[in-house]
């Protein structure tokens, strides 16, 4: 037997005690969802898909190469556009994924020398794309304005340039950042802001005040793959030299690019979607006795992993999926279920996990 079975074996092993260790669920069908991103339910969306056949079959499956070789087909340019549009900017740049946007255009703006205040929930992918830039990464508590100025003014003056990260609604409160303040914050202190707009795009389209990068995914309201980076035509012009997670990795293949644009289109025309989805978060909370949700996302917290992970088996005996959410996405002693919203829902599915969650709290209380 090979030396890295056993270690990774007693890894898991440790894990596994702690009600940690993960395993991939399989999607079963009949199974109604209540914990995917596909907010709009575009993911299914006839003229969706029919863009994506078509490009494919036009194009092929694959692009070929990177985009600063081969793989920059004539698809991206209008996607890019319509993006920049849609997120009132510039312009903008197509990445593989939303997490390989934030990995490149964090580490393209700050390295060595440089530092990063972040919001104590910022996404993973933010935090590695902090570590791989260099810089000296703070991090403010939740949403605090004054503890991120303290930290600002205890910290600006030792570093060469600055760059606050937020996001627009919290991945797995559902919460919102003040965008404005952040704004305030980033001018007076000379610091560049950057949100991660993942859960926003298409739901809760914020133009208060712009950060000067947006980044976020084509992967969950978009109902399909991949990511971007929007912001100052300088910006733009300046990822390709320096995000790496652009330059050195293969371009998404035709039908996905298509697919983002044929989704943004279908955003921007039937704004009764997002309006829905809103809808179904709202009757959830108030059914529930819950604070008003404030964006598709509601959390209902269970302590402990095992709790999450216990109430996630119950659902699904009851059809319902809802992935339990457990450290170290989220700090440990506050596991949750993360309960999404979609327009895809029916009327009678949200009352169905309205149902379902009572007689959860009502087994809790007993
Ligand atoms: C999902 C998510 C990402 C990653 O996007 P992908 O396109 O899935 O790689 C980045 N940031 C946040 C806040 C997310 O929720």
Request: aromatic share 4%; hydrophobic share 45%; proline share 4%.
């Amino acid at each position: 037997m090979p030396a890295l079975d056993p270690v990774l074996a007693e890894r898991l092993d440790q894990l596994e005690k702690r009600y940690l260790k993960r395993r991939l669920p399989e999607v079963r069908e009949g199974v109604i969802s209540f914990c995917d991103n596909d907010y709009l339910g575009l993911r299914n969306d006839h003229r969706v898909v029919a863009a994506s056949v078509r490009a494919t079959e036009r194009e092929g499956a694959g692009s070929g190469a990177s985009r600063l070789v081969a793989g920059n087909h004539i698809l991206y340019a209008p996607l890019e556009k319509a993006l920049a549009a849609h997120k009132k900017t510039q312009g903008a740049l197509v990445f593989g994924s939303g997490y390989l946007a934030n990995l490149g255009a964090i580490s393209a703006l700050v390295g060595e020398g440089d530092l990063i205040i972040a919001d104590k929930y910022c996404h993973a992918s933010m935090l590695d794309g902090a570590k791989l830039s260099g810089a000296k990464l703070v991090r403010f508590r939740h949403n605090d304005m004054a503890h991120a100025e303290t930290l600002l003014k205890s910290e600006r003056g030792q570093y060469r340039n600055c760059l606050v990260m937020s996001e627009s609604v919290f991945s797995m409160d559902g919460d919102l950042a003040p965008l404005a303040d952040l704004r305030r914050l980033c001018d007076t202190n000379d610091a560049w802001l950057l949100i991660d707009d993942a859960h926003g795009l298409g739901i809760l389209d914020q133009h208060a005040a712009q950060p000067d990068v947006w980044t976020g995914t084509l992967s969950k309201a978009l109902g399909g793959y991949g990511g971007y980076v929007a912001g100052s035509a300088t910006l733009v012009d300046a990822l390709p030299s320096l995000a790496r997670s652009l330059v050195y990795t293969t371009a998404l293949p035709p039908g996905v690019v298509a697919a983002a644009h044929e989704a943004l289109s279908i955003v921007d025309t039937e704004p009764e979607r997002a309006t829905r989805a809103m809808a179904y978060a709202r009757q959830f909370t108030e059914a529930m006795g819950l604070p008003q949700a404030l964006s598709t996302i509601v959390p209902v917290q269970c302590g402990e992993a095992e709790e999450a992970l216990r109430l996630s088996v119950l659902l699904m005996e009851q059809g319902i999926l809802i992935s339990p959410i457990r450290p170290p996405t989220v700090s440990p002693g506050t596991a949750r279920l993360r309960i999404a919203f979609s327009a895809r829902h029916t009327e009678a599915e949200v009352e169905m996990l309205i149902a379902a969650m009572r007689k959860l709290n009502g087994r809790k209380a007993a």
